[in-house]
């Protein structure tokens, strides 16, 4: 079992408008909010969000809503920014209500001007082996410089706000859904990749993990079930029965 993407909103580079998915959320999923910003003097997510700078200052924030509980279609954060470089909301899937603590390791990177490309590494071994990661990277030049940024190895890029564009600022909103078989015991890294060799203006960086839900004794999750097979005696004969038909 594993997370799976459900939706992605568009990216929102306008301050002010709510940060939108396309569809309103399924109960139980997790939201994950990414928020990208200069000069950011004050941030606070909505009700239901726990966003990572707890001093709620900062150019780079991750939110989540765990067990969410289903018809949001959008979430406005408040903040002060002179410019929004970025901000994304999306939906994950594990098959099961993410309730309980999921949350597992977060690592931030708030780096100085002239700074190489960053790379983003959680503070503390994961505790589980195929966990979700996701980071964000905002990046500024002192001057308007046209870049390109990527998602690091086993990562994967899920928007950017200016690639290849000549501003300040620019932002990769990255994900990896498993983060694999034996991460257990290790720290977990995004090393963002960039067109240029340093960054003037520096910049800020999350990275967090989440384990995967636990299933009670005797369930499955609603997609692996029909996957299940079932030896019915006395013929040992093997059938896979249907969502609607497993267990009675």
Do not use: C
């Amino acid at each position: 079992m594993a997370y799976t993407v459900k939706q992605t909103g568009p990216v929102i580079t306008t301050a002010g408008n709510a940060f939108t998915l396309p569809s309103a959320s399924t109960a139980g999923t997790l939201l994950i909010g990414f928020f990208a910003a200069r000069n950011t003097t004050s941030l606070a997510w909505p009700a239901g969000w726990t966003g990572l700078t707890a001093a709620g200052t900062g150019s780079a924030d991750i939110a989540y809503y765990l067990n969410n509980p289903g018809g949001i279609s959008s979430v406005t954060p408040t903040y002060s920014a002179l410019v929004l470089d970025g901000a994304l909301v999306m939906e994950f899937d594990a098959g099961s209500a993410t309730t309980g603590s999921l949350l597992d390791q977060t690592g931030r990177n708030l780096f100085p001007a002239n700074s190489s490309p960053v790379s983003i590494t959680t503070s503390g071994n994961l505790t589980d082996n195929h966990e979700l990661a996701v980071s964000v990277a905002n990046l500024s030049n002192i001057s308007a410089y046209k870049t390109t940024l990527g998602a690091g190895t086993n990562f994967t890029q899920a928007a950017q706000a200016g690639n290849g564009v000549k501003q300040e600022g620019h932002v990769t909103f990255d994900y990896r859904l498993d983060t694999g078989a034996s991460s257990s015991g290790a720290t977990q890294t995004d090393a963002v990749t960039a067109s240029v060799a340093t960054f003037g203006g520096g910049g800020d960086a999350w990275i967090i993990t989440f384990k995967l839900p636990t299933v009670a004794a005797g369930l499955l999750p609603q997609q692996e079930r029909h996957r299940v097979p079932i030896t019915v005696p006395p013929y040992g004969r093997v059938m896979r029965h249907s969502p609607a038909t497993y267990g009675r």
